[in-house]
C-alpha cells in the first residue's frame, strides 16, 4: 500500500543484493534499479529487462502497491503493514503541494473522500483501500513465499527487519544475511542515509511521467519528499477524533472480522509473536 514503507524496502532490497559489490548508489531514483510495477510502462521501463548486474544470481526486486488479488505470483512477496492514522496522515502530506495546494483540503476532507472512500478495487487500474489490501494478504500470511513486516519495527530495530529481509531473499546462488552484507544495508536505509540522499527517493520519475497525463504542471510535486520526520504514532495527534472513529469503524469491519483482532496493535502483537 501507499506511504508504508516500500520505497524504503526497495533501498534495503537493493543495497542487499548489491552488498557484495559494496552497495549501489549510482541511481538517480531508487525506481531506476527496483522498477515500481504500475508506472513502469509510462516511465518507458522495460519490465523483463535485465536489473543490476545483468546476472541471472541477482534477484529481480520490484515494487507495487497491489492488493493480493492483482500481485503476480510466481516470485517472492514481502508484505509492509503500518498503523492506519500513520499511513492517513502521511499519504495527504505526500499529495499536499503535489496533488492540491496547501491549505486548500483539509486533512479530514482528504481522508473521508478519498482515502476511506476506496474499497474493493473494481480493476487493476484501481488500488484497494488500506483495509481490503490489509485483508487480502493477512489471508496468505502462511505462504513461504510471503514475508510480512511492520514499519514500525522498521522504525525501532532496522537492522533485525533487514536481516529478515536478508534471509528471505537469499538465493543458492548467493546469501544476502552476512553480517557485512546486512550492516551496509542497514546503515543505507536509516533514516539519515536516506534524509541526505533525498533527492534519490523522491518519486520523481512517477511524477515526470504522470503529472500532465494528470492534468498537473509537468513539475507539479517536484519540492515534496516522502521522508518526512521519520517518527511513527503521531498520526493520532493531527486526526479530529471524529475521523479516528471512522478509522476505527472501518477496521472493525473489514479487518477485525478476519484477522480477530480489533486494533492495529493487537494485529501487530499477534503477528511479531510469531515470527522465526
Known amino acids: 500500500f501507499s506511504v508504508v514503507g516500500t520505497t524504503w524496502l526497495q533501498q534495503i532490497c537493493h543495497q542487499l543484493r548489491s552488498a557484495g559489490e559494496g552497495g549501489d548508489m549510482s541511481f538517480a531514483e531508487i525506481s531506476e534499479v527496483v522498477p515500481w510495477l504500475e508506472l513502469a510502462f509510462d516511465q518507458g521501463q522495460d519490465l523483463n529487462a535485465p536489473q543490476y548486474g545483468g546476472k541471472d544470481e541477482f534477484p529481480r526486486i520490484f515494487k507495487t502497491h497491489a492488493w493480493a488479488g492483482h500481485c503476480p505470483e510466481g516470485c517472492k512477496k514481502i508484505v509492509v503493514l503500518r498503523d492506519p492514522m500513520d499511513v492517513v496522515v502521511s499519504f495527504y502530506k505526500f499529495f499536499e503541494n503535489w496533488f492540491f495546494e496547501g491549505g486548500t483540503i483539509s486533512l479530514d476532507d482528504f481522508a473521508e473522500e478519498f482515502w476511506l472512500a476506496r474499497g474493493v478495487p473494481t480493476s487493476r487500474m484501481n488500488n484497494a483501500s488500506y483495509f481490503v489490501h490489509l485483508v487480502s494478504w493477512y489471508e496468505r500470511r502462511h505462504e513461504d513465499d510471503v514475508l510480512f513486516l511492520f514499519f514500525e519495527d522498521l522504525k525501532d530495530d532496522l537492522e533485525t527487519q533487514v536481516r529478515r529481509v536478508a534471509k528471505f531473499i537469499s538465493t543458492e546462488k548467493n546469501d544476502f544475511a552476512k553480517d557485512d552484507y ?95
Not at 471512522?246 to 484477522?259: D, F, L, M, S
Open 182 to 276: 546486512v550492516a551496509l544495508a542497514t546503515e543505507r536505509s536509516s533514516f539519515a542515509f536516506m534524509k541526505a540522499h533525498n533527492s534519490q527517493f523522491d518519486e520523481k520519475l512517477s511524477k515526470l511521467a504522470r503529472n500532465e497525463a494528470c492534468g498537473l504542471p509537468r513539475d507539479a510535486g517536484m519540492n515534496s519528499s516522502k521522508l518526512n520526520d521519520g517518527k511513527t504514532g503521531g498520526g493520532r495527534l493531527k486526526l479530529s477524533e471524529q475521523l479516528q472513529d471512522k478509522i476505527r469503524t472501518k477496521w472493525a469491519e473489514v479487518v477485525e472480522p478476519v484477522t480477530g483482532c480489533a486494533t492495529y496493535q493487537e494485529l501487530r502483537d499477534s503477528m511479531t509473536s510469531k515470527e522465526v
